[in-house]
């Protein structure tokens, strides 16, 4: 089972930009075989589905892209392969994006299953969560 590390969270002022990373922390986990989202809980919040993207290219999947209304055209989630990790790129930063972010791994075809309801898909491995804060 792929193990997860989340990095890249920090306190920030409304307006920044935060880049948080998804690695797999066992190797021989190659994360372009699954589908990746990432997800966020706010203190006395239910979490919520951000971001997710599907395995790439040579895999079930076609690395297509999926992301909350509250975050799109403000967030890009992205892969890098050389490294085997998983990007969530934040942009213009709003103190409602504030709480503890989760990537998340999933088999693609639960998540084309789930289909626009994606947050929905068999995500069986989870890293550890990484805050973001996000104050004036």
């Given amino acids: 089972q792929v ?7 920090g306190l920030v002022q409304p307006g920044d930009s ?17 589908a990746i989202g990432w997800f966020r809980q706010a203190p006395g919040k239910e979490r919520e589905g951000v971001s997710c993207i599907m395995s790439g290219e040579g895999t079930t999947g076609d690395g297509r892209t999926y992301y909350a209304d509250s975050v799109k055209g403000r967030f890009t989630i992205s892969r890098d392969d050389a490294r085997n990790t998983i990007h969530l790129q934040m942009n213009d930063l709003k ?13 693609p075809n639960s998540v084309l299953w789930a289909g626009d309801n994606w947050w929905q898909a068999d995500f069986g491995s989870w890293g550890q969560g990484t805050q973001v804060t996000v104050s004036s």
């Avoid at 193990?3 to 969270?9: A, K």
């Avoid at 103190?95 to 088999?107: E, N, R, S």
């Fill in 18 to 34: 935060l880049t948080l990373s998804c690695a797999a922390l066992n190797s021989g986990s190659n994360l372009a075989y699954y």
């Fill in 3 to 9: 193990q997860l590390v989340e990095s890249g969270g």
């Fill in 95 to 107: 103190p409602g994006d504030t709480g503890v972010y989760y990537c998340a791994a999933a088999h």
